[in-house]
């Protein structure tokens, strides 16, 4: 992997591969693991690394040495996830990949992250979605922080730094349903953005070009310092006992209008609680 320019703001952006929301999802196997069989870069990803590029882009762009890195942990097929990354604007890539990471909860999931992080070493800056679309715990940015004992920040709906090497300082709008906060944080930090934050850019043809000749790094768990016990179902707090399929939908009541259908509707609803 090659290392950041020591000026420029050296961002990571964690990306997952997720069922594709417009399948139905499937949970299978001996251990009632997801089945990922039709997956691509998790949607809301692409606002974290959005937010990565338009930072890079206001301090200046790659020629002030600034570097982002998509980061993702998974089976082979993961690497597209940081394929896609690439292709739209990251600059280089790191897949960590063992069969030991099958069934990882959230905190399985974030000690292999934080081992990968610390490998890898000199992040500035963190940046994940507010969540992954399959699990959406939002559990993992917060076990990042507190495994790097890092600050954090969640669910930023806007995000600024400033300063220089040594002395960056990151601002963040945070909005609640009635209220908005602005928060303050030194680097390094993580962050995780919400889907509010920006209007993520599509893979152009250049930039899929560009992609191929990026650097993008397979690791497995030996290489970061994590034992196979550490990790997957017999390093993961939670598990799923059982899974069923979802039951048919029945049919809906179907009230037809002989003058009375007024009548008839709003006994339908008192009968069912709904006035």
Not at 41 to 54: F, G, M, N, T
Not at 156 to 165: H, I, K, N, Q, R
Not at 167 to 191: F, H, K, M, N, Q
Not at 219 to 231: F, K, P, T
């Amino acid at each position: 992997m090659d290392e950041a320019p020591a000026t420029g703001l050296n961002i990571a952006v964690l990306v997952k591969h997720v069922p594709d929301a417009q399948f139905d999802r499937h949970i299978g196997g001996e251990h009632n693991t997801t089945q990922r069989s039709e997956s691509i870069l998790s949607e809301l990803d692409e606002y974290a690394l959005e937010a990565a590029l338009q930072l890079v882009e206001g301090l200046g762009g790659d020629s002030a040495g600034h570097r982002i890195t998509a980061v993702t942990m998974g089976p082979p097929a993961a690497v597209s996830a940081v394929k896609k990354a690439l292709q739209i604007g990251a600059h280089q890539g790191v897949h960590l990949t063992d069969d030991a990471l099958l069934g990882s909860d959230a905190s399985a999931t974030s000690l292999a992250l934080s081992a990968l992080l610390t490998h890898l070493g000199g992040f500035d800056l963190v940046l994940t979605g507010m969540a992954s679309t399959d699990g959406e715990t939002s559990l993992v940015p917060a076990q990042l922080a507190e495994r790097l004992q890092l600050p954090q920040v969640t669910f930023a709906a806007s995000l600024e730094v400033a300063g220089g090497p040594g002395g960056w300082t990151l601002t963040a709008r945070r909005d609640g349903d009635t209220y908005s906060e602005t928060l303050e944080s030194s680097l390094p930090a993580i962050v995780s953005v919400t889907d509010q934050i920006n209007e993520p850019r599509y893979p152009n043809f250049k930039g899929i070009m560009a992609a191929k000749k990026k650097p993008l790094d397979t690791l497995a768990l030996g290489d970061i310092g994590v034992s196979a016990d550490q990790v997957g179902l017999a390093g993961s707090w939670t598990l799923v006992q059982d899974a069923q399929p979802r039951p048919p939908r029945s049919q809906g009541t179907v009230i037809t209008d002989e003058g009375d259908a007024g009548i008839r509707l709003v006994d339908f609803l008192a009968g069912h609680k709904l006035l």
